[in-house]
Nanobody, 126 residues
């Protein structure tokens, strides 16, 4: 079992930045591929980005490519989502998730992830 806790959300003006953190606890002896998703009210869950288990390969959704960056710090069992040039459309609850995968695979679909955090709200004002 792995528990994931997101933090770092909040209110920011358009053009600003935020860094979300996702801290893992429990059985972290196995390195997981880690992903970020978001869901805005009335919308489907959207893939934001993910980082592979071992090789630190990354993959991003088209709407955040070039603005968001995912990194991981395995010694702290923590994954980060650096969000720059934020837009009002980025307003959503952001979730991190963990997936058991091969070392190079980067999952981008929700059903590929086994563990989920409770989410953190990000609100971008215009």
């Amino acid at each position: 079992q792995v528990q994931l806790v997101e933090s770092g959300g909040g209110l920011v003006q358009a053009g600003g930045s935020l860094r979300l953190s996702c801290a893992a606890s429990g059985d972290t002896s196995y390195n997981y591929a880690m992903g970020w998703f978001r869901q805005a009210p009335g919308k489907e869950r959207e893939f934001v980005g993910a980082v592979s288990r071992r090789v630190d390969g990354t993959l991003y959704g088209d709407s955040v490519k070039g603005r968001f960056t995912i990194s991981r710090e395995d010694a702290k069992a923590t994954v980060y989502l650096q969000m720059n040039s934020l837009k009002p459309d980025d307003t959503a609850v952001y979730y991190c998730a963990a997936a058991r995968t091969g070392p190079w695979y980067i999952p981008r679909f929700g059903h590929e992830y086994e563990y989920w955090g409770q989410g953190t709200q990000v609100t971008v004002s215009s």
